[in-house]
């Protein structure tokens, strides 16, 4: 029997449910990764595993159509260089905030994974252009400024309604 595997943005996922098509798939990732909405699919065989391969649709810029930027490199390796990694791990080990690294997996992350994380988040947020967080690590992206923050709590104030 061959096993079908999901790829995005070079990160495999496990199929969510045999009985979905492709686009399904891609449509339930599409809520995550809004990019993959109406994005190609692309489908080879691997061995004994079937890999469907999800791409962004373009995007439109005036009337020419482009493709999503590769990650600038500096602006990434500066974050990473900078960011206090031991001091969100010091953090976590603290509050015993723990990462599900899969079904039978679940600990408080290493130095390296925190910082692999956040390298793919990074990464993530600027070829998109959006904003991603995870475990409390949270890629920002602003007109072309990209920021790394490890968030254990925040609060956003609700509109009041003018009467």
């Not at 890999?51 to 649709?57: G, L, T």
Request: hydrophobic share 40%; glycine share 6%.
């Amino acid at each position: 029997m061959t096993t079908r595997v999901f790829v995005y943005n070079e990160i495999e996922y496990d199929d969510p449910n045999p009985a979905l098509g492709n686009e399904q798939v891609r449509d339930l990732l599409a809520r995550t990764f809004p990019m993959l909405s109406g994005g190609e699919i692309e489908t080879r065989e691997d061995g004994e595993r079937t890999v469907i391969e999800f791409k962004p649709r373009a995007k439109r810029k005036g009337l020419l159509m482009v493709t999503p930027l590769i990650a600038q490199k500096p602006q990434v390796e500066d974050i990473l260089a900078r960011f206090d990694f031991s001091h969100v791990h010091d953090a976590m080990m603290k509050m015993g905030w723990t990462w599900w690294f899969d079904e039978h997996n679940q600990r408080i992350p290493t130095l390296d994974e925190l910082k692999e994380e956040a390298d793919r988040l990074l990464r993530y947020a600027r070829q998109e252009e959006v904003n991603i967080s995870t475990g409390g690590l949270n890629a920002y992206w602003n007109d072309g400024v990209l920021r790394l923050a490890f968030e254990i709590e925040s609060c956003v104030g609700k509109e009041e309604e003018v009467v």
